[in-house]
């Protein structure tokens, strides 16, 4: 047994609300796309509108990951914590490429959920991976949480990239 009754049906819908915010996220890129695109906007694009696919590719790979048919939960935390660590390097990329393009100056809200919330989340998927060989049960609820923080964050970010294009960037433009 590895701790992941009960769980199936939680992951399924993570896992299939994060597959399916995927594919609205590449329709609405590509609707967007129509438009003529500088190459400030293009190293934006790499610090706000990526990391939402991300996070959602991530969310859908750990609900695979925790639906998949394990023997022990060892095997299942090593993978969510090796998750938390790549997602956790990601994020310092990310708020790199935040500081370093200059087609919008970010705000507090932007830091929060572009840089501070999903690296909680990874820091608390690779958290629970090391106290899931002690305490299996809570570190089950804080992979939830971090899958939740990360569908919750991509959905604020890819709302807040449309916003911007519709309401900001179509003004400029006119």
Not at 19 to 35: D, M, N
Not at 97 to 105: E, G, K
Request: proline share 3%; aromatic share 14%; charged share 10%.
């Amino acid at each position: 047994m590895t701790g992941l009754e009960g769980w199936e049906n939680f992951y399924v819908i993570v896992g299939s609300s994060a597959g399916a915010l995927i594919g609205l996220q590449f329709v609405v890129i590509t609707l967007i796309a129509t438009k003529p695109i500088a190459r400030v906007d293009a190293l934006a694009g790499g610090a706000f509108a990526t990391p939402s696919v991300v996070h959602f590719g991530v969310v859908l790979l750990l609900s695979a990951i925790a639906s998949a048919p394990w023997k022990e939960i060892i095997i299942v935390s090593f993978l969510w914590g090796l998750v938390g660590v790549c997602g956790a390097v990601y994020v310092v990329v990310v708020a790199r490429r935040m500081r370093v393009q200059s087609a919008y100056q970010p705000v507090f809200e932007d830091w929060l959920f572009h840089v501070a919330l999903p690296f909680a989340a990874y820091a608390v998927l690779a958290i629970s991976a090391y106290a899931a060989h002690s305490y299996a049960r809570p570190a089950l609820f804080l992979v939830g949480a971090a899958a939740l923080l990360l569908l919750f964050v991509g959905i604020h970010n890819a709302w807040d990239a449309v916003m911007y294009h519709v309401f900001v960037r179509s003004k400029q433009e006119e």
